[in-house]
């Protein structure tokens, strides 16, 4: 499965970024059977821009036709995007990009499905609580 | 490192005096930058005492603009603006700067290329530090400019760097007052959100208007009631309001000449009298025991 | 007379002055309370009037017609809010709340395969009390531009506003596009300020604005007596701005405030004779 990862830098051994409209870079990689391929790093021009980053970071990882994202904060325009285009999104935990790989290999990553509505101020379902 | 943002709605209700005492607070304990996204108004660094080291004038904002000699008045760039910022003028079409969204509609409907979309100069961002130490960054619309929400943005990546060059552990945004452009450039991407509300009937509804956004983007986030003893009645209804919706009060807060004293000598009310600051020091512990 | 309440800085009690000359004034004549503070609109509040919803706020969105697209992605590449997601192969995809009604993309798709459609940004409010007719403007919570819910306040009333003596409009706080569009076509501004180092900050920022529209200023100092009102004394000097007005603080201006009705204090009338 070709997965973006929201980084702080190029390539699988740095920082996973929670931002995901104004992260650094993306690491495409792909997560297949019991490998993980490193296939490149995208700059992304999304945090330098005014207004519309999430959106404009949906689309471009949409156009490198990836099936998920691992990211932290993924707004709720970002979210419909992705969504619309099929794409699933996990919450990475702290750690390299290589590490979130390693969990969503295993299964071990938190898919986030709830762009709206619920869990609010209950305890539950911030999904950013690291 | 974990940003808070101070909000409110309504105006005048206390978010600088909230973000200037907390930061003072916190800092006792923890390294703190404070961030004045007012870009209306920018306030914070009035009560810190900032000595500006570093100031840069940023674009955010694009216009458009006329080239005479290529316009021959056909005027169909006044039917295509949906800002009004197009009118009729003897000959020529006269720009309105002021409602002109840069949207560029005008660009492409002129048939003889005599409108350019170009970025103005719309804003200063400053750095500096505080009399009490730590750094604050502000943010300064340029007047009657408009893109307020995205020098919010720009305000907060300064915010950012700052932030990463002093090791800060907590951020305090001290926000806009209202809930359009500026405040949601805001509130995005903050991990705890204050809300300073007072006992007055548009207090509390404006209180209601902000929830409703930090429920949107479903942050966590506690309030502080101010003035709490010039209405107690309704101050009783927003802890109602307040338990219902699952926020934890994290302070109540006197009315008392001081706080008036205090602004007009550009303090925190927590260094202009001491008997404040055992409030914000029980804010700061309640919030740290969120963060955990 | 088309008056406009504003100053600045937030919580200096706009809504307070706002409401209570609407109220002095319509005692004699006609007046119109145009309560354009549309991100959180408070004078029925203050006044305790019962609104009633009158009309829905609209905003211009694109409408694609896919079977007239060709993915070609122009409307996304002009598109400056970033409101329309293009993948290649696929038809663009629109954001509904990033759009700002510009038509850029409506210009520019060649094969003209976008047209135009409405959403919802905000609601138009009337009601009466107090002899004062209030008309409010309220925004959409989560829409982001201010601007666009004032001007169609403004252009509902357009219609009626002949009729009335007197009009006062209460602006939001700051100098943005909500305030901008609301001071447009005032024939005086009053700026309500606090002496306090940001109440002047704030006055200085708002009277360049009005200095730039070529609206006439005076100043009301509210809470006069706490502070320091030489602040504003300054300030007054300086923009050769006259202060028609000081507030003191007191606990019936609180208590009005705080209930729901009109401040009536002599204050309020001092200022309408020195306008007059």
Redesign the interface.
Known sequence: MKTAISSAGPGIESQVDTRFGRCAYFVIVNVEGNEIKEEKSIENPGVNMPGGAGISAAQIVANEKVKAVVSGNVGPKAFYVLNSLGIEIYQAVPGTVKENAEKLLRNELQKIDSGSGGGFARGRGFGRRF | MKVINVLSGKGGTGKTMVSSSLLWTMSRKKRVVGIDCDVDAANLGMVLGVKITRRKEIETSEKAFLIEEKCTGCFKCVDVCNFSAIEKGDKKPVFNRFLCEGCGSCELVCPENAIEIKTVKNAWITEGASRYGFPVVSGQLKMGESGSGKIVTEVGRTGERVAKENKSEIMIIDSAAGISCPVIASVRNTDYVIAVSEPTPSGFNDLKRAIKLVEFFKIPCGLIINKFDINKELTRKIENFAKEKGLSVLGRIPYHKDFVDAAVNLKPVVVYKKKYREIFENIAEKIYSWFE | MRIAVTG?????GK?IVSTALAFELSKKQKTLLMDLDV??P?DH??LSIKREKVKDIFQ?IPKFDFSKCVKCGTC?K?C????I????GQYP?F?P??C?????CC??CPTKAISQTEKKIGEIYYGKGYGMDLVSGE?V????????VV?AVKEYVKKTEKGYKHIIIDT??????????ALMGCELALCVTE????GK??LE?IL??LN??GIPAKIIIN?SD???KKLIGTISKKYKTEIIGEIPYKKSI?DA??K?VPVKEKEIENILRVLK
């Open positions: 600045g800085k937030g919580g200096t809504s991100e959180c408070n509040l203050i211009k996304s002009v400056k809010e970033n409101a997601v293009f993948i290649e995809r954001i709340e990033q700002t009604g510009c038509n850029a210009i520019a925004m919570i989560g829409y982001e531009e201010a601007g666009p001007n939001s706080a700051g100098t943005h596009c909500g305030v901008i569009s002496p306090t180092p940001f900050h704030d920022l360049d604005l730039v529209l809470r706490i502070g320091d609180l405030y705080s729901g």
